[in-house]
């Protein structure tokens, strides 16, 4: 079974541009989270989508956003770019959101974004 | 709000030794699942072990297992036998169980090197 794949790996933007990245879950899994890591803020959870909605958002601004497509793929957006967006973005999908033991996270490779 | 806290920045071991890990959380759920995740320099984050925190025995998974002290809020990882393989970062990560919320919540992470 292919792994979480992520487009595109590696990206150059200047600043106020916007960016939009995409994230493949593993087939059969419902739920995609993002994360931004980075050298001073560590790793942080961005948002969470199931079945096309948004469940749970981290303290980000509202120039990130996301969505989620039908086939469970998923895109991030960020607008209005910021030097301080540079990291490396991670998105995990998972078989579904909830309490349940089986909703291991199983991460992509990552966007390494730079922002001149 | 729930905060994972790994003390050691970094860490070294001999090849074929044994090194331990420390990380502590901060929560007021009882309902909740901790995890050990690798992060080699590929920067794939791999899910090494995890433990839910309603089970008393400490997870195991070939060389790698856990000491999980509920009551002490700890839960650290033990590595036996290294192997060069084994050099990456290692997080520590906290998800509630009783949110029903995927996000995980990480500690800032501990460097492993291992000398041949």
């Known amino acids: 079974k292919a792994g979480v794949t992520q487009t595109p790996r590696y990206l150059i933007k200047t600043r106020g541009q916007q960016v939009t990245l995409s994230c493949s879950p593993i087939?059969?899994?419902?739920?995609v989270s993002w994360y931004q890591q980075t050298p001073g803020q560590g790793l942080q959870f961005l948002f969470e989508?199931?079945?096309?909605?948004?469940?749970n958002k981290g303290n980000f601004p509202g120039r990130f956003s996301g969505r989620q497509f039908s086939n469970s793929r998923s895109e991030m957006n960020v607008s209005t770019l910021e030097l301080g967006d540079s990291a490396l973005y991670l998105c995990?999908?998972?078989?579904?959101?909830?309490?349940?033991?089986?909703?291991?996270?199983?991460f992509g490779p990552g966007t390494r974004l730079t922002v001149l | 709000a729930q905060t994972v806290t790994q003390s050691q920045p970094e860490m070294s071991v001999q090849e074929a030794e044994t090194v331990t890990l420390s990380c502590t959380y901060d929560?007021?759920?009882?309902?909740?699942?901790l995890f050990w995740y690798k992060q080699p320099p590929s920067r794939q984050m791999i899910l090494v072990i995890r433990?839910?925190?309603?089970?008393?025995q400490n997870a195991t998974e070939n060389r790698f297992s856990v000491n999980f002290q509920k009551a002490a809020k700890s839960f650290s990882l033990k590595i036996s036998d290294s192997q060069l393989g084994d050099a990456a970062m290692y997080f520590c990560?906290?998800?509630?169980?009783?949110?029903?919320?995927?996000?995980?919540?990480f500690g800032t992470g501990t460097r492993l090197t291992v000398i041949p």
């Open positions: 995990a999908s998972s078989l579904a959101p909830g309490p349940g033991a089986l909703n291991e996270q199983f």
């Open positions: 087939s059969g899994h419902r739920s």
């Open positions: 989508y199931f079945s096309e909605t948004q469940r």
């Open positions: 929560t007021s759920e009882s309902d909740y699942y």
């Open positions: 433990q839910e925190a309603y089970k008393q």
């Open positions: 990560a906290y998800r509630s169980g009783t949110t029903g919320a995927n996000n995980l919540f």
